[in-house]
């Protein structure tokens, strides 16, 4: 309600820098994130970077706090005609994003056509560029810091519960037996759970096993996607889970990244979580951890797909006077980035994965990978096979809001309320509700 | 005696409430304005194109089970609060008035944790209850008792309820106190002379003549328990498991700051301005009276 207030204040807050570049002779342009701590870092050292490697442009990195944050300011700056030149935009916005009118947002295609700085989208890994392009593959936003799910566990654990620490599970049948062993021998605090829920366990479960997670190509072909994660192999996974968590074997422990203090903590014996975790994991486990595949269902499918990519893009944002000059710099500073040696030190410094064929091609030159045994797993995933439509990534408005429907039916048939199936049929229902009014909104 | 001071005119009578009218005018009435018509329509997120529905966000709003499951829900939390933060506060504050030694430490103390920011009050009781890692939460396990609020909605919301309860009691007990001490001693020793024990005192004298300082407490504290309370509930449960702690503000957050629908978070804050209108608006009556008595 105070959002038309906020507004003037983010109008005078983006206004300071426009003040300055008007003085100086580079053209400067604004650049609004939401890294933090050691990221933050990464974010500025490459901002410096491309400062010194050229006199015509000044980049300037402004922290704006979370993702929804970040994602909520720029909106509002738009409709005050104040908006940064660039926005890092999380996944699950990309919907909200892609659909927002032309006069606010300049898909990267278009920058690239005007200003004739090719941005390639043969550059870039398939998995991470799908998420973020047009039906067609034009690209709407540049691919930025991506990540994607693994499965994490404990090689103290599995020797202690008689498994082999060097195989890690490779099929859901296998996580189970597993986990019933970790149980069985008590060797760890909590044998299997996960963090990201939805994310992993319904969106990535879909992708891997080429399943649809909505109608319309994921959402991808149209507004009017229906959600479709109601399948018989949807349910089938619920119940496994459902039934591992009667026995003990499975715990739910929470939304989001809730769950992950528990996996750096060594209490659990197998843990799904986003790849980025080995950043902590490396500064902080007292215990022998190990990376794997995520497991797939081998009566669903006999070899999985890849997995979709979570992290954010970096969205390039318009006002009524922006100068082309503005636009070729902003166009200068993707192309920096997207170059193998920039990706490639991203890549290596913040545990995201690569997001170009070259970075990634030269983060193995370099021998990042023997140094760094299995880091390079999340993006093999990333890469195998060739991705289908249900293996592109999302494009559902208010994204949001229907992982948190996920969660709460999930918690009520955790919670013994609901079966599996009733849960994931109300997900659907509710989440169609929430898709139907971002149509409605977005027609209006 | 009362003394009036009669302004000739408009001009300068004006002029002088001028300040405080731009200020209501520009952080109250214009928002609130702005929220009222956006309720009345759907836009999309950049506000691009907005369309005019008259009241139907009010109307799926109050067909939507959900929400209607939202609004008992916050109205038990507001009461559970307010009873359990001032209750304590209450007790508090009738020792804190007798003579102890090192009292003043001890009152200091007791307000301190009002200065403590929702969501750090929010990180202290993880630190206490979480199942796993909580110094108390990891306890109840051991001793077989099933403690994970992650899953079970009654003692998420029991959490919650403690959590923001306890912040409060320390402003409670300022109020509390103050009013004790402008009880007249008078009153007290006179019923101690007619032979009244502690509990009855407290019941017929004590407590009757806290009456205005408890019913503004109730406004506020309900006031607290239905707004204030957002950042130690989303830093706790985000309003699971399921939605068993979701309290209104939380879902005007949630439709409006996450999903960005406008239109039905707007009409939840008007609700929610309609309530707190309500509320203010009965104190008033009763205060009003109370002083003029």
Same mark, same amino acid.
């Given at each position: 309600?105070?959002?038309?207030?906020?507004?003037?204040?983010?109008?005078?807050?983006?206004?300071?820098?426009?003040?300055?570049?008007?003085?100086?002779?580079?053209?400067?342009?604004?650049?609004? =994130? $939401?890294?933090?701590?050691?990221? $933050?870092?990464?974010?500025?050292?490459?901002?410096?970077?491309?400062?010194?490697?050229?006199?015509?442009?000044?980049? #300037?990195?402004?922290?704006?706090?979370?993702? $929804?944050?970040?994602?909520?300011?720029?909106?509002?700056?738009?409709?005050? !005609?104040?908006?940064?030149?660039?926005?890092?935009?999380?996944?699950?916005?990309?919907?909200?994003?892609?659909?927002?009118?032309?006069?606010?947002?300049?898909?990267?295609?278009?920058?690239? /056509?005007?200003?004739?700085?090719?941005?390639?989208?043969?550059?870039?890994?398939?998995?991470?560029?799908?998420?973020?392009?047009?039906?067609?593959?034009?690209?709407?936003?540049?691919?930025?810091?991506?990540?994607?799910?693994?499965?994490?566990?404990?090689?103290?654990?599995?020797?202690?519960?008689?498994?082999?620490?060097?195989?890690?599970?490779?099929?859901?049948?296998?996580?189970?037996? $597993?986990?019933?062993?970790?149980?069985?021998?008590?060797?760890?605090?909590? *044998?299997?759970?996960?963090?990201?829920?939805?994310?992993?366990?319904?969106?990535?479960?879909?992708?891997?096993?080429?399943? *649809?997670?909505?109608?319309?190509?994921?959402?991808?072909?149209?507004?009017?996607?229906?959600?479709?994660?109601?399948?018989?192999?949807?349910?089938? =996974?619920?119940?496994?889970?459902?039934?591992? +968590?009667?026995?003990?074997?499975?715990?739910?422990?929470?939304?989001?990244?809730?769950?992950? #203090?528990?996996?750096?903590?060594?209490?659990? !014996?197998? =843990?799904?979580?986003?790849? !980025?975790?080995?950043?902590?994991?490396?500064?902080?486990?007292?215990?022998?951890?190990?990376?794997?595949?995520?497991?797939?269902?081998?009566?669903?499918?006999?070899?999985?797909?890849?997995?979709?990519?979570?992290?954010?893009?970096?969205?390039?944002?318009?006002?009524?006077?922006?100068?082309?000059?503005?636009?070729?710099?902003?166009?200068?500073?993707?192309?920096?980035?997207?170059?193998?040696?920039?990706?490639?030190?991203? =890549?290596?410094?913040?545990?995201?994965?690569?997001?170009?064929?070259?970075?990634?091609?030269?983060?193995? /030159?370099?021998?990042?990978?023997?140094?760094?045994?299995? +880091?390079?797993?999340?993006?093999?995933?990333?890469?195998?096979?060739?991705?289908?439509?249900?293996?592109?990534?999302?494009?559902?408005?208010?994204?949001?809001?229907?992982?948190?429907?996920?969660?709460?039916?999930?918690?009520?048939?955790?919670?013994?309320?609901?079966?599996?199936?009733?849960?994931?049929?109300?997900?659907?229902?509710? !989440?169609?509700?929430?898709?139907?009014?971002?149509?409605?909104?977005? /027609?209006? | 005696?009362?003394?009036?001071?009669?302004?000739?005119?408009?001009?300068?009578?004006?002029?002088?409430?001028?300040?405080?009218?731009?200020?209501?005018?520009?952080?109250?009435?214009?928002?609130?304005?702005?929220?009222?018509?956006?309720?009345?329509?759907?836009?999309?997120?950049?506000?691009?194109?907005?369309?005019?529905?008259?009241?139907?966000?009010?109307?799926?709003?109050?067909?939507?089970?959900?929400?209607?499951?939202?609004?008992?829900?916050?109205?038990?939390?507001?009461?559970?609060?307010?009873?359990?933060?001032?209750?304590?506060?209450?007790?508090?504050?009738?020792?804190?008035?007798?003579?102890?030694?090192?009292?003043?430490?001890?009152?200091?103390?007791?307000?301190?944790?009002?200065?403590?920011?929702?969501?750090?009050?929010?990180?202290?009781?993880?630190?206490?209850?979480?199942?796993?890692?909580?110094?108390?939460?990891?306890?109840?396990?051991?001793?077989?008792?099933?403690?994970?609020?992650?899953?079970?909605?009654?003692?998420?919301?029991?959490?919650?309820?403690?959590?923001?309860?306890?912040?409060?009691?320390?402003?409670?007990?300022?109020?509390?106190?103050?009013?004790?001490?402008?009880?007249?001693?008078?009153?007290?020793?006179?019923?101690?002379?007619?032979?009244?024990?502690?509990?009855?005192?407290?019941?017929?004298?004590?407590?009757?003549?806290?009456?205005?300082?408890?019913?503004?407490?109730?406004?506020?504290?309900?006031?607290?328990?239905?707004?204030?309370?957002?950042?130690?509930?989303?830093?706790?449960?985000?309003?699971?498991?399921?939605?068993?702690?979701?309290?209104?503000?939380?879902?005007?957050?949630?439709?409006?700051?996450?999903?960005?629908?406008?239109?039905?978070?707007?009409?939840?804050?008007?609700?929610?301005?309609?309530?707190?209108?309500?509320?203010?608006?009965?104190?008033?009556?009763?205060?009003?009276?109370?002083?003029?008595?």
């Amino acid at each position: 309600m105070k959002r038309r207030a906020l507004l003037a204040g983010y109008a005078a807050l983006a206004a300071a820098p426009y003040a300055a570049a008007r003085a100086a002779e580079r053209t400067k342009i604004v650049w609004w =994130h $939401a890294m933090t701590a050691a990221l $933050a870092e990464q974010v500025n050292r490459l901002v410096d970077e491309f400062n010194k490697s050229q006199d015509a442009v000044e980049v #300037q990195a402004i922290f704006k706090g979370g993702y $929804a944050d970040t994602m909520n300011a720029a909106i509002a700056a738009s409709r005050a !005609g104040q908006a940064p030149h660039l926005v890092q935009v999380f996944e699950v916005g990309t919907g909200t994003m892609i659909n927002a009118p032309g006069k606010f947002v300049k898909q990267v295609w278009e920058l690239s /056509k005007e200003t004739g700085i090719a941005l390639d989208p043969k550059n870039y890994i398939g998995a991470v560029r799908g998420y973020y392009s047009l039906p067609d593959g034009r690209m709407a936003s540049m691919p930025f810091n991506s990540s994607t799910s693994v499965m994490w566990y404990s090689k103290d654990a599995f020797k202690k519960a008689g498994l082999d620490p060097e195989k890690p599970p490779v099929t859901w049948a296998d996580v189970v037996k $597993a986990a019933q062993a970790i149980k069985a021998k008590d060797a760890a605090e909590i *044998p299997c759970t996960s963090a990201w829920f939805s994310w992993i366990q319904v969106e990535q479960f879909s992708a891997l096993h080429n399943l *649809p997670f909505a109608s319309k190509a994921d959402g991808f072909e149209g507004l009017d996607a229906e959600l479709q994660f109601n399948s018989k192999a949807h349910v089938k =996974h619920l119940d496994r889970l459902l039934a591992m +968590a009667k026995d003990g074997a499975f715990k739910y422990t929470g939304r989001d990244n809730t769950p992950s #203090q528990l996996l750096v903590s060594g209490k659990v !014996g197998i =843990h799904f979580d986003s790849s !980025g975790s080995r950043g902590d994991l490396v500064k902080s486990a007292k215990f022998e951890w190990g990376e794997a595949l995520l497991p797939y269902d081998a009566e669903v499918i006999k070899s999985p797909l890849n997995s979709i990519i979570g992290g954010a893009s970096l969205w390039t944002m318009t006002g009524p006077d922006r100068k082309p000059a503005e636009y070729k710099a902003v166009a200068q500073f993707l192309a920096f980035i997207g170059k193998p040696e920039n990706d490639a030190y991203w =890549h290596q410094h913040t545990g995201y994965v690569p997001v170009t064929l070259a970075g990634f091609e030269l983060s193995k /030159k370099q021998g990042f990978y023997t140094q760094n045994l299995g +880091a390079d797993l999340p993006a093999q995933q990333l890469t195998r096979g060739s991705v289908t439509p249900n293996s592109k990534g999302l494009r559902l408005g208010r994204l949001v809001e229907i992982r948190n429907i996920v969660y709460e039916e999930v918690e009520k048939a955790f919670q013994g309320g609901q079966t599996g199936k009733q849960a994931l049929d109300n997900a659907v229902t509710r !989440g169609d509700k929430v898709l139907r009014d971002f149509q409605k909104s977005i /027609k209006a | 005696m009362e003394r009036r001071t009669v302004f000739g005119g408009w001009l300068l009578p004006m002029l002088l409430v001028l300040p405080q009218l731009l200020l209501t005018g520009f952080f109250f009435y214009w928002p609130a304005g702005q929220a009222v018509w956006s309720s009345l329509t759907i836009q999309d997120a950049f506000g691009e194109g907005v369309v005019f529905v008259g009241l139907d966000n009010f109307t799926e709003l109050l067909s939507d089970p959900l929400y209607r499951d939202s609004v008992v829900r916050t109205i038990v939390f507001c009461l559970t609060v307010s009873a359990l933060a001032m209750g304590l506060a209450l007790a508090l504050a009738v020792f804190a008035d007798k003579e102890i030694r090192g009292k003043g430490a001890y009152r200091t103390l007791l307000i301190w944790p009002y200065a403590i920011a929702p969501a750090m009050s929010a990180v202290l009781f993880l630190f206490i209850l979480d199942p796993r890692v909580g110094l108390i939460g990891r306890r109840l396990n051991q001793f077989g008792i099933d403690w994970d609020y992650h899953l079970n909605g009654g003692q998420a919301m029991l959490m919650v309820v403690l959590a923001s309860a306890w912040k409060q009691v320390s402003y409670n007990f300022i109020f509390f106190l103050a009013g004790l001490q402008s009880i007249p001693r008078a009153v007290t020793e006179a019923a101690r002379m007619d032979g009244a024990k502690t509990w009855h005192r407290f019941r017929t004298i004590t407590f009757p003549l806290l009456a205005p300082t408890t019913f503004f407490l109730l406004v506020v504290n309900v006031v607290y328990a239905a707004f204030d309370t957002f950042g130690t509930i989303n830093a706790l449960t985000h309003g699971g498991p399921g939605k068993d702690t979701e309290t209104l503000v939380l879902k005007v957050f949630r439709d409006g700051v996450i999903n960005q629908d406008i239109g039905s978070s707007s009409a939840q804050s008007v609700i929610l301005m309609l309530g707190v209108i309500a509320i203010t608006a009965v104190q008033f009556r009763f205060m009003g009276k109370k002083v003029t008595e």
